[in-house]
């Protein structure tokens, strides 16, 4: 097995006592000390495969008597080392930070090469830029390159109020996944992620709600008529940050393809920047949604 050794990522190399080592605190790995080991540990940064290793530290660290590929095995069995290879690939440039993050938390940085292919459009309303504007900071410092696409994997629909039900009908007929993010006075609610045909959509969500709120279809189409809401809405900074942060999520969820919490479903964020809300969307019987797929 051909591997590059890297210590524990932001782990710090400690001596604990006369006769043992610990890589780092939370809570740390003890290893018991021999002669050069500290010093081999101090060469796994990365950057040698465990052969030139080796050979490094045979002319370097003459004290040092060990098998050191049998040991490198064994390290990296206990979380002590890691492979440096998985964290870069010709398709993954700029992720490091994501892929060592992956691999830590027993995720696949194989995963990330779609990051840097995904294609996200937004259409935003004014009042909605705060979050929106955040949300592509973080996607950006994830490595989703283009947040401006004019032929999208996924279209994000943000808005001050429910939106004019005619924006998701493009989406819809086209079949192209959408989010909705919609300001609701003092939160922000994020959902439903609609893949036209194979997740609840929008109309499902309006069908649910006129069975328990007969005016609603007498209220549709008056949504997003006024361009401007008449007040801005009630969200302080943390709030905006917290929303856009869950918002990211949701994009590389989508991305990653792993689960999100906005398919069949609705997640809220606020009033309180820490607050949750989340309530499960189904399609509806009468909506013909999930007719796209059988079409
Ligand atoms: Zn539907």
Not at 66 to 81: K, N, Q, S, T, Y
């Amino acid at each position: 097995m051909s591997f590059r050794p890297a210590l524990r990522p932001g782990a710090p190399l400690l001596r604990r006592d006369a006769t043992s080592l610990q890589v780092g605190t939370s809570p740390g790995v003890v290893l018991a000390d021999r002669p050069g080991l500290m010093a081999l540990l101090r060469l796994l940064d990365g950057t040698r495969d465990v052969e030139r290793l080796q050979a490094h530290a045979r002319d370097t660290i003459p004290e040092l008597d060990c098998d050191v590929p049998a040991l490198m095995r064994e390290l990296l069995a206990i979380g002590v080392v890691f492979d440096s290879t998985r964290w870069s690939a010709p398709r993954r440039r700029g992720l490091d930070a994501e892929a060592r993050h992956a691999d830590l938390s027993a995720g696949d940085p194989a995963r990330l090469v779609r990051r840097s292919d995904l294609r996200v459009a937004f259409h935003a309303g004014a009042a909605a830029l705060p979050v929106v504007d955040t949300a592509r900071e973080v996607l950006s410092a994830s490595g989703v390159r283009d947040l401006d696409a004019t032929d999208p994997h996924l279209l994000v629909i943000a808005t001050c109020g429910e939106p004019s039900r005619t924006v998701f009908e493009r989406p819809t007929s086209t079949g192209l996944d959408h989010l909705v993010v919609v300001i609701d006075e003092d939160r922000v609610r994020l959902g439903p992620l609609v893949r036209p045909g194979l997740t609840p959509c929008v109309g499902c969500h309006d069908l649910h709600r006129t069975d328990w709120d007969p005016a609603w279809p007498a209220l549709l189409p008056q949504l997003g008529r006024h361009t401007g809401v008449l007040t801005p809405p009630a969200l302080d900074a943390v709030t905006v940050h917290a929303a856009a942060l869950e918002l990211a999520v949701e994009v590389l969820a989508y991305c990653d393809g792993t689960a999100g919490r906005t398919t069949g479903q609705l997640l809220a964020i606020g009033p309180r920047h820490d607050e949750r809300s989340a309530w499960p969307l189904a399609f509806h019987h009468a909506c013909a949604c999930d007719l796209l797929s059988a079409a």
